[in-house]
């Protein structure tokens, strides 16, 4: 272990960076350490192809170290939605059927059968922009963002 990844832990166990803030800051190392790309944007502006869907639930600061609160923290590789956008040319016509018609149940009026491979990388390059950011009414910090 570095000597800047054993401050951030200790930052981290200080309570004075989220894990949120911790994980970016030890990718952005690792990726300066072992000459990789980061995956993390270090300046505004600077764009480079996300690798993560990151989905986090974070308590309030009042619970953060309470046992019995939730946390949460998904990390899913882009890879996996290339796969399954890939496997929608499977699914049964039968299936898709019954799929656009639950879509149209809730008001989304979509096409299964619309998603060609081609359309996969812009919807990935186009998830690079997401961020959501939610705090709830309890004070939970809800982030969905790619890296």
């Known amino acids: 272990m570095t000597e800047n990844q054993r401050k951030i832990l200790e930052m981290l166990s200080q309570n004075k960076i989220s894990t949120d803030d911790a994980y970016r800051l030890l990718n952005v190392i690792e990726s300066e350490e072992g000459g990789h790309e980061s995956t993390v944007k270090t ?37 996996l939605i290339r796969a399954g ?33 081609e359309d996969i990388e812009e919807l990935i390059e186009a998830l690079g922009e997401l961020e959501v950011d939610v705090v709830s009414a309890r004070g939970e910090k809800v982030k969905v963002f790619v890296e």
């Open 43 to 79: 300046e505004p502006g600077s764009k480079s192809k996300p690798k993560y869907l990151r989905v986090t639930v974070l308590p309030n600061a009042d619970n953060e170290h309470a046992a019995d609160v939730d946390r949460v923290n998904v990390r899913v590789p882009m890879s």
């Open 85 to 117: 956008m890939k496997l929608t040319s499977l699914i049964p016509s039968e299936a898709m059927d019954k799929v656009n018609e639950a879509l149209r149940d809730k008001g989304i009026n979509f096409d299964v059968r619309s998603v060609k491979g």
